[in-house]
């Protein structure tokens, strides 16, 4: 919790200052900060994501009750349940990076795709 709450604590207000309670909300986890913190646990995060990403949600959970505790804007913040870790900067290697569709044997497996993406309006 103490990485969340010094690594991502202008996101967490940010998500306590959204009007939606009930949407999903992305919080972005820079793996190589949380590693450089905690070697250990960013070590655990890739070997076992199943079991870790759980408790780093329930982290950033804390985290937000926390923030929301003693803060100025908290009659205007409201705690949310929907909140997520997006893990990044993953580990450059070919085990985490892809060019392609995922493919069965990714199951359970941290991986991350580049590409661009259009959006065609009309």
Do not use: W
């Amino acid at each position: 919790m103490q990485y969340c709450l010094r690594s991502n604590k202008d996101d967490l207000e940010q998500v306590l200052l959204e009007a939606e309670p009930l949407k999903h909300y992305a919080v972005p986890i820079d793996h190589l900060g949380l590693t450089d913190a905690d070697a250990n646990l960013g070590n655990l995060l890739l070997a076992e994501p199943l079991k870790m990403l759980p408790l780093l949600e329930s982290a950033l959970l804390d985290a937000q009750s926390r923030v929301l505790e003693g803060h100025q804007y908290k009659a205007a913040m409201t705690y949310k349940h929907n909140v997520h870790p997006r893990l990044g900067h993953l580990p450059n290697c070919s085990e985490y990076y892809r060019s392609t569709m995922p493919v069965s044997s990714d199951i359970s497996r941290f991986i991350a795709i580049s590409g661009t993406y259009c959006i065609q309006a009309g």
